[in-house]
Structure formats: C-alpha cells, structure tokens
C-alpha cells in the first residue's frame, strides 16, 4: 500500500507540476497573440500613431529576447521554482499595469516588465518540468504536452482578443492575465518543489549589459526612423550607437570563458544557417502578423472581434502542422522541410501583398492558412538543425540560442515593416498601399532565405534512433517534436 501510495502521490504531484507550467506558457503565449487583436482599439482610444503601436509590441518582444538566454541560467542557479514564481508575479503585475495605462508611454512599460516576467517564467517552466522527468521518453512526452497544451494560446489569442476588446475595451486583453496569475502564484508556492543546478554557469552580465541596449537602440532607429527621417541626427547616432554597442557584445563574448552566447557554435555552418533562418522566420512571422487585424479594420472595415476571427488561419494551421513538423524532418531531412516551408511561407505573404479593400474573405482566408503552414513547417526543423549542429551536451544551449534568434527577428521585423509602411505614407501612399509593400517586402525576403536554405542548409538528416527532446524556451513556441538529431557533424 505505502508503494501504491507513493506512486499515486507522484503521479498527482506531476500532474499539478505540468497544469502549473502550462498554464504559465499558456498565458504568455496569449498574451502575443491577443494584444495583435486590439491594437486598432489602443490606436483609437490612446490616440497613439504606428510608431507607439510597434513600440508596444516590440518592447515585450525585445525583453523576452533578450533576456530569455539569462532567464534560463537564472533559474538554474537560483532555484527554478523561485524564478518561476517570481516570473509569474512580474508579469501579472505588469499586466495590470498595462490595463491601467492612462498613455502609450505607461502601456510600453508594463509590456516591457511584462516581457522581464516571461522572460524568467518561461525557462524556468520548462526547467521545472525536464528536473521532475528524468527518464527521457517520460521527459519528452510531458515537454510534448507542455508546448501542443500551452500552444493552444496562441491559437486563442486573435478570438479572446476580439471578443474582450469588442465588450470591454483593450484594458480586457490584460486583465485577464490576471486570475490566472493569481492561482499559479497560489497553487505553484504550495505545490511546486525546488531544484537548481549547482554546475550552472556564471551569468554574463557584460554580454546582457551590451546586448540589451544594443538591440533596443537599433529598433529604436528602425521604428522612429520613418517618422523622423532616416537621415536625421537622431537616427544615424542611434545605428551609430547600436553598431558600436554590438560590436563591443560580440567582443566580449569572445573573451569570455562562459558567455551567454558562445561564438565558437558559429564556426559550423549548420549552426549559422538554420539561426539565419530563424530570425527570417521570426521577422517575416512577428512583422506581418502586426498588421493583420489592421489591415481588416482600417482596410476593410471589419469590426474588432470579426478582424479577430478573420486572423484565425494562419494560428490555427500552425497549431494543426507543427506537431508533424519535427517528423517530416527526422523522415525527410532538415533541409526539404525547412525550405519547403520558408517557401510556402513566402509565398502566402507575397499573396496577402495583392489583397486590397475590395478582395473578399473567400480570396483571403488561404492566404493566412498558406503562410501559417509555411511558418509551421520551418520553426520546429530549425530549432532541430541547430540542435544537430551541436554535442548533446550542449542541445539545451542550442535551442536558446535559436529561440532567441526568433525573438530577435521578431523584434526587427515589427520595426522595419513598420518603417515600410510609415516611409510609403510619408511619401503620399495609402496606408493600404503600405501594407501591401510590407507584405511584398516580408514575402521576398523570406522566399529568397528559402533558396538560401536550399543549397546551404546541408547534412540535415537526423541520426537514426534518437531520442534526445527537443524544446524550445521560447515563449511563443508553438509544439516540441518527439524526435531530435543529436549528432553534431
């Protein structure tokens, strides 16, 4: 019976492990989608114009990306139920904070305290979740549930958002963060058990130091650049600024005996490929997702909640192809599947570049759904690929960096199509006619990295048997496939 007992106590208390961390990512995965959904009511009743929206976009992402790689050394060291839970309570005090900005400026802080908050959580879920499952196929079967449960947020997020703004205003968005929050808080300080690794690296506090800034101030000079000229003092000192800040990152890290971001990984063109694939993919994903819900507002006069419905493709055919993802890659190799999707990709996003006013929903819809597909098929692989590229030892790394790699494209793409579309306008185009050229724009770039991918991306088939997980620390991470390479050559 004490058998039985212990067992079943197990079971129970893993099972409260995986509702805590999932409903964790599940929120933070929310909260990347829905905001998408109300940007139009911020816009409207902030009086905020593109820039201000772009900068409350881009302030959550910028965080989450630059601190995620820290947020999982973080947890390691200091306790991975403490940076959870202290996750937690950044992001849904932040979250009220952002209900109740009265100013565009008091909205992009709460979402830059919102994304310190997932920055910690997120890691420190998964880690929680890979402490308590050491067997590996238990391991890789409770992350698989970890990413398909929580990834249904991001499917959520474009209805929630619509229905909750058409009711309430965009302060809902936020709000709702906050019950939830509440009973991770609640339920995680009882029931979640501490672990840490004592072997954990130091944490690269000059690489954070200089790469934070580095990144914002170029987005700065990206986003503000189509407002303020792209020859204005202000712009050129900030590119200035960044590319003197960067330099001096990627200096430091090569001195460093254990820097957030080991530079040597870079010397293996697997590595580089499948990273410069990633912040394509997180640039022309992050970048035109941006302006969806625009688009059918200001465009085609949707109301808030039917824009959200009509965003719905593109989520849904990434929450239905990406569990496939990672097996058509171990069956196919790397390379097919990654360029086959960046085409797709690509090719849905010069697509939605020839929709205009008058171009009904029946013409739109697989657009979003082609586009999603693509996308769906090209995160997961690339995350793989880099872990291939790398010792086992080392997979866990691989998948930040590459997550990172995302969330810094992400970044980028919100602040340059933005430009596109606000450099158009200055020059006497329609705003239609910008979002247009921002789709045209994401879908040569991304088609013309699927040719890239095409002849470089090579030696990608995974080796035969393995079973190492692979996962990805991202917030926004859609699936976790049940097979990953781990030979490194």
Same mark, same amino acid.
Request: charge should be positive.
């Given at each position: 019976?004490?058998?039985?007992?212990?067992?079943?106590?197990?079971?129970?208390? @893993?099972?409260?492990?995986?509702?805590?961390?999932?409903?964790?990512?599940?929120?933070?995965?929310?909260?990347?989608?829905?905001?998408?959904?109300?940007?139009?009511?911020?816009?409207?009743?902030?009086?905020?114009?593109?820039?201000?929206?772009?900068?409350?976009?881009?302030?959550?992402?910028?965080?989450?990306?630059?601190?995620?790689?820290?947020?999982?050394?973080?947890?390691?060291?200091?306790?991975?139920?403490?940076?959870?839970?202290?996750?937690?309570?950044?992001?849904?005090?932040?979250?009220?904070?952002?209900?109740?900005?009265?100013?565009?400026?008091?909205?992009?802080?709460?979402?830059?305290?919102?994304?310190?908050?997932?920055?910690?959580?997120?890691?420190?879920?998964?880690?929680?979740?890979?402490?308590?499952?050491?067997?590996?196929?238990?391991?890789? @079967?409770?992350?698989?549930?970890?990413?398909?449960?929580?990834?249904?947020?991001?499917?959520?997020?474009?209805?929630?958002?619509?229905?909750?703004?058409?009711?309430?205003?965009?302060?809902?968005?936020?709000?709702?963060?906050?019950?939830?929050?509440?009973?991770?808080?609640?339920?995680?300080?009882?029931?979640?058990?501490?672990?840490?690794?004592?072997?954990?690296?130091?944490?690269?506090?000059?690489?954070?130091?200089?790469?934070?800034?580095?990144?914002?101030?170029?987005?700065?000079?990206?986003?503000?650049?189509?407002?303020?000229?792209?020859?204005?003092?202000?712009?050129?000192?900030?590119?200035?600024?960044?590319?003197?800040?960067?330099?001096?990152?990627?200096?430091?890290?090569?001195?460093?005996?254990?820097?957030?971001?080991?530079?040597?990984?870079?010397?293996?063109?697997?590595?580089?490929?499948?990273?410069?694939?990633?912040?394509?993919?997180?640039?022309?994903?992050?970048?035109?997702?941006?302006?969806?819900?625009?688009?059918?507002?200001?465009?085609?006069?949707?109301?808030?909640?039917?824009?959200?419905?009509?965003?719905?493709?593109?989520?849904?055919?990434?929450?239905?192809?990406?569990?496939?993802?990672?097996?058509?890659?171990?069956?196919?190799?790397?390379?097919?599947?990654?360029?086959?999707?960046?085409?797709?990709?690509?090719?849905?996003?010069?697509?939605?570049?020839?929709?205009?006013?008058?171009?009904?929903?029946?013409?739109?819809?697989?657009?979003?759904?082609?586009?999603?597909?693509?996308?769906?098929?090209?995160?997961?692989?690339?995350?793989?690929?880099?872990?291939?590229?790398?010792?086992?030892?080392?997979?866990?790394?691989?998948?930040?960096?590459?997550?990172?790699?995302?969330?810094?494209?992400?970044?980028?793409?919100?602040?340059?199509?933005?430009?596109?579309?606000?450099?158009?306008?200055?020059?006497?185009?329609?705003?239609?006619?910008?979002?247009?050229?921002?789709?045209?724009?994401?879908?040569?770039?991304?088609?013309?990295?699927?040719?890239?991918?095409?002849?470089?991306?090579?030696?990608?088939?995974?080796?035969?048997?393995?079973?190492?997980?692979?996962?990805?620390?991202?917030?926004?991470?859609?699936?976790?496939?049940?097979?990953?390479?781990?030979?490194?050559?």
């Amino acid at each position: 019976m004490t058998a039985t007992h212990a067992t079943a106590d197990s079971r129970s208390s @893993r099972a409260v492990l995986l509702t805590v961390t999932c409903l964790g990512q599940f929120m933070v995965l929310l909260d990347n989608t829905i905001v998408g959904a109300a940007l139009p009511d911020m816009q409207h009743r902030l009086h905020i114009q593109l820039t201000g929206l772009q900068w409350i976009v881009d302030a959550y992402v910028l965080l989450v990306a630059m601190l995620l790689l820290s947020g999982g050394v973080f947890a390691d060291r200091f306790g991975r139920k403490r940076v959870y839970l202290t996750g937690v309570a950044v992001f849904t005090a932040a979250s009220l904070l952002c209900s109740l900005a009265p100013s565009a400026g008091w909205l992009v802080a709460g979402r830059a305290l919102q994304g310190i908050g997932a920055a910690a959580l997120s890691p420190a879920s998964l880690a929680l979740l890979a402490a308590a499952h050491p067997a590996p196929q238990e391991r890789i @079967r409770a992350i698989g549930l970890w990413a398909g449960l929580s990834g249904i947020g991001l499917a959520a997020g474009p209805v929630a958002g619509g229905v909750l703004t058409e009711a309430f205003g965009w302060p809902a968005i936020f709000l709702v963060n906050l019950p939830i929050g509440v009973v991770l808080l609640l339920i995680g300080q009882r029931h979640l058990t501490e672990s840490r690794n004592p072997g954990a690296p130091a944490i690269d506090i000059p690489g954070t130091a200089l790469s934070v800034p580095g990144v914002g101030i170029l987005t700065y000079g990206l986003i503000e650049g189509g407002a303020r000229g792209w020859t204005s003092p202000v712009i050129l000192g900030s590119f200035t600024a960044a590319v003197i800040l960067l330099a001096a990152f990627v200096a430091v890290e090569a001195r460093r005996s254990a820097p957030m971001l080991p530079l040597r990984l870079f010397r293996r063109r697997l590595f580089t490929v499948s990273n410069t694939a990633m912040v394509v993919a997180g640039f022309a994903l992050m970048g035109s997702s941006f302006f969806f819900s625009q688009f059918f507002v200001y465009v085609q006069g949707s109301s808030i909640l039917r824009a959200g419905l009509q965003t719905l493709p593109m989520s849904l055919a990434m929450v239905i192809v990406s569990p496939y993802a990672g097996r058509l890659a171990a069956r196919y190799g790397f390379r097919i599947v990654v360029t086959t999707g960046l085409a797709l990709a690509g090719l849905g996003l010069l697509s939605l570049g020839t929709v205009h006013a008058d171009t009904g929903y029946e013409n739109v819809w697989w657009r979003l759904g082609l586009a999603g597909t693509g996308f769906a098929l090209t995160m997961s692989p690339l995350t793989g690929a880099a872990i291939q590229a790398v010792s086992p030892q080392e997979g866990g790394l691989a998948s930040g960096i590459s997550s990172t790699t995302r969330q810094i494209g992400a970044v980028l793409g919100v602040a340059a199509l933005g430009a596109v579309v606000r450099t158009r306008q200055s020059g006497g185009a329609s705003f239609e006619t910008g979002l247009n050229s921002a789709f045209l724009t994401a879908g040569a770039i991304t088609l013309a990295t699927a040719a890239f991918t095409g002849l470089w991306l090579t030696r990608s088939r995974p080796a035969e048997g393995s079973t190492a997980p692979r996962h990805s620390t991202d917030p926004d991470a859609v699936t976790t496939s049940n097979k990953t390479p781990t030979n490194s050559r």
